[in-house]
């Protein structure tokens, strides 16, 4: 397969365009030469001609920093996952995060909402919280780049967990807040259902938002907001998993079989 570069521009066929920087730079990284073919998407995945796939495109011109491409082809290409599944997830610490959002792109992710609980080692005041999230949406462009998803997934603001839950409550039942579909809470409590048991009753192919807590889990008042908004609790078992893993394990679960 061809180099893939995301261009968050409007693309066209048979167009010449400059590469936006990033996508400049990543091409001056592998010195290709002018001929050579790579593949370009737009990850916007709103519906809109040449937002779902990818384009064939050639190499025209090499200058210091700038790339020129001709656009050919366009692919309707759909590798994304059969059911939308949202991510809301109290950040774990360190570089876990970007492992996660890494991860859970090439997983199928359709979106990651990153937030802040009581017991959230990682606190990020708003300019920090900014340039993080930055950072991570890099990381799902990419991730997206790598693994041929054509639709790169939304990586929210950071927020407190309990703003977003205040939001979502005040929001009618069919918003898209505090999640999409039917919420489920990954939980360590007693009597929480095993996943499959949950998803199996839920509606075919309908949008799924799952809750997961930081290292030192959720408070219990947190995780009863959480059921108050809407979310029930499920289970992956009796290991106490990572705040990483438990939503990438979900992920694997239920969208790669
Ligand atoms: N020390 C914490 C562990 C938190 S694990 C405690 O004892 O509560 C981090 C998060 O991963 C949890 O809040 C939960 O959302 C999720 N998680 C971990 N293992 C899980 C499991 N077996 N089932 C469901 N969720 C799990």
């Not at 180099?3 to 066929?13: E, G, I, K, Q, W």
């Not at 290709?32 to 779902?52: A, H, M, V």
């Not at 992710?109 to 990020?124: D, G, T």
Request: charged share 20%.
């Amino acid at each position: 397969m061809s180099a893939r570069f995301h261009a968050d521009v409007a693309l066209a066929s048979g167009t010449t365009l400059g590469l936006p920087e990033q996508a400049a730079r990543h091409v001056q990284v592998l010195r290709l030469q002018p001929g050579e073919r790579i593949l370009l998407f737009n990850g916007r995945g709103d519906g809109r001609p040449g937002s779902e796939g990818e384009f064939e495109a050639t190499v025209t011109r090499m200058g210091r920093s700038e790339v020129d491409v001709t656009i050919g082809a366009y692919k309707a290409t759909a590798r994304e996952a059969a059911r939308a599944l949202h991510l809301v997830v109290a950040m774990p610490a360190n570089d876990r995060m970007d492992w996660l959002v890494e991860k859970a792109t090439e997983l199928g992710a359709a979106s990651i909402r990153p937030v802040m609980s009581e017991r959230s080692v990682l606190r990020l005041k708003a300019d920090r919280a900014d340039k993080k999230v930055a950072h991570w949406r890099g990381i799902a462009v990419a991730a997206c780049e790598q693994c041929g998803r054509n639709r790169v997934p939304l990586v929210h603001e950071v927020a407190t967990l309990a703003d977003w839950l205040k939001k979502g409550a005040a929001a009618s039942a069919t918003a898209d807040d505090p999640g999409a579909g039917t919420c489920l809470l990954l939980s360590l409590r007693d009597g929480s259902r095993p996943l499959g048991q949950a998803v199996a009753g839920t509606a075919p192919g309908g949008a799924l938002t799952f809750l997961n807590g930081p290292e030192g889990g959720l408070s219990p008042a947190e995780e009863a907001a959480a059921i108050a908004c809407g979310f029930s609790p499920v289970t992956l078992g009796p290991r106490v998993l990572r705040a990483e893993t438990a939503p990438l394990a979900v992920l694997a679960a239920l969208l790669c079989s």
